[in-house]
T-cell receptor, first 113, second 113 residues
């Protein structure tokens, strides 16, 4: 499955709560990315990390936070400041040996109830 | 930053016909252009990509063309089959970065039997 594991597959959150989405990779890749997917919007970049202990904001970082304490892990926290968090979240990790082909995880569908 | 426009947003063809999806990009430093196929509820999967040092690449029924001067690239699917039905995304790397991709908004392709 490409070595990228996202969990859980489905997640429900009450308004006002923070929630953390997990992304783990066993590919030994340096770079990891988080994308958000909404119907008709394509994939939009939230945060990305090109190396351990370093990360940068993407195009829609407001209301999200990340950490990169280990090479294998890049968790995404959706905070209560994110006004419209219901979406499909995809973690990706490009392969340096093959150019920039991005391997995607299976995704987490977050629903605010 | 990079801006990727994708057209059309929906495309319906008869089985056996060809399908063409077009994308334009804004960043002249972009040099990597992948195409992804996403079936309903699943992760995007790379189907073909092209680098800026070539103008065309073909893989069986799928081909991609690139015009760097005009900053546009296209996906061509010949002899379409019902299993080609999916959402297709184009992407371009941003600022010459090896890893950061900007995606188009997607094209829903429906192949009618």
């Amino acid at each position: 499955d490409g070595g990228i594991t996202q969990s859980p597959k489905y997640l429900f959150r009450k308004e006002g709560q923070n929630v953390t989405l997990s992304c783990e990779q066993n590919l030994n890749h340096d770079a990891m990315y988080w994308y958000r997917q909404d119907p008709g919007q394509g994939l939009r970049l939230i945060y990305y990390s090109q190396i351990v202990n370093d990360f940068q904001k993407g195009d829609i970082a407001e209301g999200y936070s990340v950490s990169r304490e280990k090479k294998e892990s890049f968790p995404l926290t959706v905070t209560s400041a994110q006004k419209n968090p219901t979406a499909f979240y995809l973690c990706a990790s490009p392969s340096p040996g093959r150019g920039t082909e991005a391997f995607f995880g299976q995704g987490t569908r977050l629903t605010v109830v | 930053g990079e801006n990727v426009e994708q057209h059309p947003s929906t495309l319906s063809v008869q089985e056996g016909d060809s399908a063409v999806i077009k994308c334009t990009y804004s960043d002249s430093a972009s040099n990597y252009f992948p195409w992804y196929k996403q079936e309903l509820g699943k992760r995007p999967q790379l189907i073909i990509d092209i680098r800026s040092n070539v103008g065309e690449k073909k893989d069986q029924r799928i081909a991609v063309t690139l015009n760097k001067t005009a900053k546009h690239f296209s996906l061509h699917i010949t002899e379409t089959q019902p299993e080609d039905s999916a959402v297709y995304f184009c992407a371009a790397n941003s600022g010459g970065s090896n890893y950061k991709l900007t995606f188009g908004k997607g094209t829903l392709l429906t192949v009618n039997p």
